[in-house]
């Protein structure tokens, strides 16, 4: 059974950093691709990044692009994200999720939540 469990959001000044993790289960990362996604309120939710299994190759938003890093740790078949220089528009629910590959926000798998808001 594939299970997400993202964790390490919370309060943070603008400019300031936050890291999430995500620990995957049921699969690894050799067998799907892996993004994190976030949803504010009243809007879409959006793809920020995404490492493709088949590709191996990370994939970000223009929006994070240079601010937010996304690393794969194999061994501990966890994900991170490393988010620097936060705006008060990066605030909102962050999600990671796999599916087989990357290019669309309707993946298959989901973890919960994480939520993340960034103060002016």
């Known amino acids: 059974e594939v299970q997400l469990q993202a964790s390490g959001g919370g309060l943070v000044q603008a400019g300031g950093s936050l890291r999430l993790s995500c620990l995957a289960s049921g699969f690894t990362f050799d067998d799907l691709s892996i993004g994190w996604f976030r949803q504010a309120p009243g809007k879409e939710r959006e793809g920020v990044s995404c490492?493709?299994?088949?590709?191996?190759?990370?994939y970000y938003a223009n929006s994070v692009k240079d601010r937010f890093i996304m690393t794969i740790d194999g061994a501990e078949n966890t994900v991170y994200l490393q988010m620097n220089s936060l705006k008060p528009e990066d605030t909102a629910v962050y999600y990671c999720a796999a599916d087989e590959f990357c290019g669309s926000v309707d993946f298959t798998y989901w973890g919960q939540g994480t939520q993340v808001t960034v103060s002016s």
């Open positions: 490492f493709s299994s088949s590709l191996r190759d990370t």
